[in-house]
């Protein structure tokens, strides 16, 4: 893993003051940390039930929740016995019921498979239903005393603060790594106090918002505070989403005159000039009879023959159009405008297409025009 992980971590890790990072944290926990039912004793079965119950929701949620569950199911044999639907009935209001049934299963499998004693190979523990990398990592340091990370939303945030690390935590490489530092940082004597306590600082210091620095037990530890930085981490970079269009486009022209459209004076590519657009609803521009039909509607063309002639895709920030183009014949004599409507007369115009060269087209529109001037010169 070391090979993997950015010279400037392992450069932070080396210099590092773990020991006493360690010895600070830990008193602050002793202290400070919250008092939580499952913490009060705490065994495998305790730490998985509220690992599972705190996935998505907030700790003062779980606690009552957590309560009636472990004294309705007090040992995994009880819960593995119950029915599911009282099962689910116990965990209802708390949400994503797919928690519920992924532990329930799980349970199930430790009581006939491991003798009711949940694993404690990493491995094993993490091929159970609903286990992911954080929940094992919780429970084999909490209730097994191993020392291994468990990163999740908080941890990354506390973490890239500590060591001022500006990568975007949305990336696999930068939970990867965190978890590596967090691996070098995990006390190995109290490794599952130190997975809380760091969870604490979280929740109680090291918020999203504000995080209250100068009351922090290891501000002398982060790198993150010493340089101006702590509230603008972590860096998360938001995907965007992009829409999917896709337009059918007649070229319709004639000797000398080609129809564009001009786009409103306001939205994507305002007052630019395009050949007409038409949106396939179902964006599979597999049916060139609704050009047809959309041509004979909006511009009283009937088309005699319509051919694709390309196909063109352009990104825009948000949105991805697919372009269809059609070269199209129709009986150019005809005096189709009179037919129009205002709304069409104000938006679409025959323009010479010796003119087509001082007017703004937008990129895919460029490229129509370049393939119309080489199919007629
Ligand atoms: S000093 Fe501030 S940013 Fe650093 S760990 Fe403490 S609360 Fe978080």
Redesign the pocket.
Known sequence: MKESVAQELQEKIASYQIQQFRKDLLHWYDTEGRVLPWRQKPTPYKVWVSEIMLQQTRVDTVIPYFQRFMSQFPTMEALAEAPEEQVLKAWEGLGYYSRARHLHHAVKEVVAEYGSQVPDDPVKLGELPGIGPYTRGAILSMAYQQPTPAVDGNVLR?FT??FNYAEDIEKTKTKKEIEWVVAHCIDPVRPGAFNQAIMD?GAM??TPKN???RN?P??QH?L??EAGQ?ERLPVKIKKIRVRHETYFVPVIRTATHVLLHQRPASGLLAKMWEFPMFLDPDGEAEDSLQLSQWVDKQFAIQLLYLHEVMKLRHQFSHLEWNVHVYQCRWDEEMDVEKQWSDEIKGAYHFIPIDQLAQLPLPVVHQKITEWMKSEFE
């Open positions: 506390v603060r500590l600082l210091v090291c995080p209250a620095c922090c290891v501000q982060c993150g505070r702590a």
